[in-house]
T-cell receptor, first 108, second 115 residues
């Protein structure tokens, strides 16, 4: 069965500090992993996906198949990064499985 | 262009009543998803429509839940005999199809409160 785990419900960091949001998954096939973000009073939107190996708004995420992890990182947090972050996995049937989310607060 | 829209934005109903939630996907998007977002539970997959294929209903929590998609566009999620535990935000998303670079676009959600 597919499962996505985000162990931290809440995470607070100071502006300028590094931030890492953890995501672990379980899936027997080859996973496709995503990070979605929901800013206050806005819709849920895609932040980045592992196959693109991209950096969006300074965030990166590396898929580690050995550790079954897809942690989201940013070296210097900004106040505008405060939001709810969801890690998601897509299976071969095109179903998405989301974690419970991590609420990030960046303290000025 | 217009994004995914959902109506109503808020719905308050009494236990035992039926409710219908509507989703208008982005024009041309063949894939449509329904999710339930409960406090502390993340997003729970409910149902997935892809083109004219039979929908994937594996996420529906009970037979009180059903969904249809007419003409490959608008979708309606129906909850019969609502229970208090059905209270949640129901999100709809659409994407242009399948494939690794497909992106889901989410609607604003419908907040359902069952009294």
């Amino acid at each position: 069965a597919q499962r996505v785990t985000q162990p931290e419900k809440l995470l607070s960091v100071f502006k300028g500090a590094p931030v890492e949001l953890k995501c672990n998954y379980s899936y027997s096939g080859s996973p496709e992993l995503f990070w979605y973000v929901q800013y206050s009073r806005q819709r849920l939107q895609l932040l980045l996906r592992h196959i693109s190996r991209e950096s969006i708004k300074g965030f990166t995420a590396d898929l580690n198949k050995g550790e079954t992890s897809f942690h989201l990182k940013k070296p210097f947090a900004q106040e505008e990064d405060s939001a709810m972050y969801y890690c998601a996995l897509r299976n071969t049937g095109n179903q998405f499985y989301f974690g419970t989310g991590t609420s990030l607060t960046v303290i000025p | 262009g217009a994004g995914v829209s959902q109506s109503p934005s808020n719905k308050v109903t009494e236990k035992g009543k039926d409710v219908e939630l509507r989703c208008d996907p982005i024009s041309g998007h063949t894939a449509l998803y329904w999710y339930r977002q409960s406090l502390g539970q993340g997003l729970e997959f409910l149902i997935y429509f892809q083109g004219n294929s039979a929908p994937d209903k594996s996420g529906l929590p009970s037979d009180r839940f059903s969904a249809e998609r007419t003409g490959g566009s608008v979708s309606t999620l129906t909850i019969q005999r609502t229970q208090q535990e059905d209270s949640a935000v129901y999100l709809c998303a659409s994407s242009i199809g399948t494939g690794p670079y497909n992106e889901q676009f989410f609607g604003p959600g419908t907040r359902l409160t069952v009294l």
